[in-house]
Structures are given as C-alpha cells and as structure tokens.
C-alpha cells in the first residue's frame, strides 16, 4: 500500500519561503506520478504543481523536485502570498504516461494527510 507523509509546513509571513516534503513508500513500480496539492477553506482542491516526464516542473513561485533514491518529493515555495495559506497534500498514482497530464485530484487514489502553511500580511 502506498504511504505518502507530508512535512514542512508552518506560519511565515507575506514574502517568505517554506520547503514541504512528502516521503513517500510501499510504491510497486518506478512507473507513478506524484504531485502536489492545496486546498483553502471553501475552495476545490486544485494542483500546484506536478512532475513531468522531464524533471522538476516550475509554477511560477513554487518549485517541485524528486528524490527518487529517497523516495522524497518536496516543494520549495518562495515570496509566499496569504493567498497561499491552505492545507497542502501530496498525492500519488500509478501512471506510465506523462504526469502533467493527471490535472484533477481524481487522478490520485493516494495522499497524505496534509500540512498546513499559513501565511500572514
């Protein structure tokens, strides 16, 4: 069974940067893709940022990167904005294909329990 625990997340003020990282484990095959995901009070969970067949993907801000020998997926996030401030999750899934593809939260049968990031002006 795939296990995926989030860590990393805190209270930072407008500007700042915080670094999540998802260990993740029980994975049959190197053929997975995993991501990141936020969600806000009242809002949809949406994806932040995901690895593509290339490498790290890059939205704006945010920077996504893998350690495939630790099994670790993190995401380092600079010039936060309170707009930020959500419950943070990683989530992963069996996929063989390109990883920018799985966009919707529905592409992932695994997640963690989340971390929480707040942000104050």
């Known amino acids: 069974q795939v296990q995926l625990v989030e860590s990393g997340g805190g209270s930072v003020q407008a500007g700042g940067s915080l670094r999540l990282s998802c260990a993740a484990s029980?994975?049959?095959?190197?053929?997975?893709?995993m991501a990141w995901f936020r969600q806000a009070p009242g809002k949809e969970r949406e994806r932040v940022a995901s690895m593509d067949s290339g490498g790290g993907s890059v939205k704006g801000r945010f920077i996504i990167s893998q350690d495939n020998a630790k099994n670790t997926l993190s995401l380092q996030m600079t010039s936060l904005k309170p707009e930020d401030t959500a419950m943070y999750y990683c989530?992963?899934?069996?996929?063989?294909?390109?990883?920018?593809?799985?966009?919707?939260?529905?592409?992932?049968?695994?997640w963690g329990q989340g971390t929480q990031v707040t942000v104050s002006s």
């Open positions: 029980g994975f049959t095959t190197s053929m997975h893709c």
């Open positions: 989530a992963a899934a069996y996929w063989s294909g390109s990883c920018y593809d799985l966009r919707s939260r529905y592409n992932y049968p695994y």
